[in-house]
């Protein structure tokens, strides 16, 4: 049971590049999330998706997509990378609302834009 | 608007006890959640509070009042190893999306 799992670890790009993170969960969670970590702040949501098929903007969406077309994987694509998505990125997944709301995450992909 | 509030380092003694403080304003509320963060790791589950009252797990204790919009967690026995950030996060009246606080940074020392 590999919990969350994302690739790649760590990334450059230059801007105006793009690119996809992955997450997979083995877990069977419906839940499933993307943040964005800044040194020093807190989590930030990017996108939600509450099973597949269906997704939603969080927080701070602008700059990036999502899709949800199995239950196990929820990839993030950057288009057209800019330096302010400088970041730690994490997705995590839960298996429902209230007390199956704990949310179990990745160990997280950092990336770098020059 | 919805806000949590932490302080944002503290600094406690090996073997003392610590308290820290989450205040929160959500538009709506269905449980609190403390999560634990070591330096470039990802957040893990701690405790979950979702009616008033005071929840206790070994060294951790998590404590909650809806009216108030206050919830503390409370270290004891303090060990290095607890050196961390702890984020507070309040999950919506939907159920599944969490607000997150930008953390507590703890500094144990010996």
């Known amino acids: 049971n590999a919990g969350v799992t994302q690739t790649p670890k760590f990334r450059i790009l230059k801007i105006g590049q793009s690119m996809t993170l992955q997450c997979t969960q083995d877990m069977n969670h419906n839940y499933m999330y993307w943040y964005r970590q800044d040194p020093g702040m807190g989590l930030k949501l990017i996108y939600y998706s509450v099973g597949a098929g269906i997704t939603d903007k969080g927080e701070v969406p602008n700059g990036y997509n999502v899709s949800r077309s199995t239950t196990e994987d929820f990839p993030l694509r950057l288009e057209l990378a800019a330096p302010s998505q400088t970041s730690v990125y994490f997705c995590?997944?839960?298996?429902?609302?209230?007390?199956?709301?704990?949310?179990?995450f990745g160990p997280g992909t950092r990336l770098l834009v020059l | 608007g919805q806000n949590i509030d932490q302080p944002t380092e503290m600094t406690a003694t090996e073997g003392a006890i610590v308290q820290i403080n989450c205040t929160y304003q959500t538009s709506g509320f269905n449980g609190l959640f403390w999560y634990q963060q070591h330096a470039g790791e990802a957040p893990t589950f701690l405790s979950y509070?979702?009616?008033?009252g005071l929840e206790e797990k070994g060294r951790f204790s998590s404590f909650l009042s809806r009216s108030k919009g206050y919830s503390y967690l409370l270290l004891k026995e303090l060990q290095m190893k607890d050196s961390a950030s702890y984020l507070c996060?309040?999950?919506?009246?939907?159920?599944?999306?969490?607000?997150f606080g930008a953390g507590t940074r703890l500094f144990v020392k010996a």
């Open positions: 995590a997944s839960s298996a429902s609302g209230t007390e199956g709301g704990t949310q179990y």
């Open positions: 996060a309040v999950i919506n009246t939907g159920g599944f999306k969490t607000i």
């Open positions: 509070n979702v009616l008033d």
